[in-house]
């Protein structure tokens, strides 16, 4: 396989349920990021990993938990999520977090929070 | 801090077309700017960038022009076929804290009629 890929493509989960989304990457990249895509709003960047090292976390609420345990893989832990929540959540890499260039997506997990 | 703004969407044109897609941004400093795009069902990819005053990027005959006066990294394309519709999303390189991330705007959806 090549690029990113991110599993489960849909997820559907009550309020009180734990759930995770996976992220892999082929590229040999060392950054990995998780973004949240909303209908009519900006991308919103949530989290930033640097060789399994989390360097940046913008003020997510703590019911979302990352986890980078080498630099190709990522996940989300979710837990007691709310209905605002439901959203795209996409995954990518980059070379580094250093240079200003090209991120590679996966093609999103569409998470409904019931 | 830094944002981008682009026109919203949708806009609907007919194949062979002329397309513009407004993007303005305020930052301070220099940053890279960059046109993203996401095809359905897909993750975004890098369609374009520049990274300095009057740089032209362009793609699969899509244009911007990095316009320090005017803060502007409009998007065009000479004639439009119906597989260029996506949404697009403009983005610029954010240098705060200790990564290089991206901001990216609201994205503008395409639709392009046969």
């Known amino acids: 396989e090549t690029g990113v890929t991110q599993t489960p493509r849909h997820l559907v989960m009550g309020m009180t349920n734990k759930k995770s989304l996976k992220c892999e990457q082929h590229?040999?990249?060392?950054?990995m990021y998780w973004y949240k895509q909303s209908a009519k709003k900006p991308l919103e960047l949530m989290f930033v990993?640097?060789?399994?090292?989390?360097?940046e976390n913008n003020s997510v609420p703590s019911r979302f938990s990352p986890e980078c345990p080498n630099s190709s893989h990522l996940f989300l832990h979710l837990h007691t999520l709310q209905p605002e929540d439901s959203a795209l959540y996409l995954c990518a890499s980059s070379q580094d977090v250093v240079t200003p260039g090209e991120l590679f997506f996966g093609e999103g997990s569409r998470l409904t929070v019931l | 801090g830094n944002s981008v703004t682009q026109m919203e969407g949708p806009v609907t044109l007919s194949e062979e077309a002329f397309l513009t897609i407004n993007c303005t941004y305020t930052?301070?400093?220099?940053?890279?700017l960059f046109w993203y795009v996401q095809y359905p069902g897909e993750g975004l990819q890098l369609l374009l960038k520049?990274?300095?005053?009057?740089d032209k990027g362009s793609n699969k005959g899509f244009e911007a022009t990095y316009r320090k006066e005017t803060t502007s990294f409009h998007l065009e394309k000479g004639s439009v076929q119906v597989s260029d519709s996506a949404v697009y999303f403009c983005a610029l390189s954010d240098r705060g804290g200790a990564t290089n991330k991206l901001i990216f705007g609201t994205g503008t959806l395409l639709a392009v009629q046969p």
């Open positions: 930052a301070t400093g220099y940053p890279s």
């Open positions: 990993y640097s060789l399994e090292e989390r360097v």
């Open positions: 590229l040999g990249h060392n950054a």
């Open positions: 520049a990274t300095k005053a009057d």
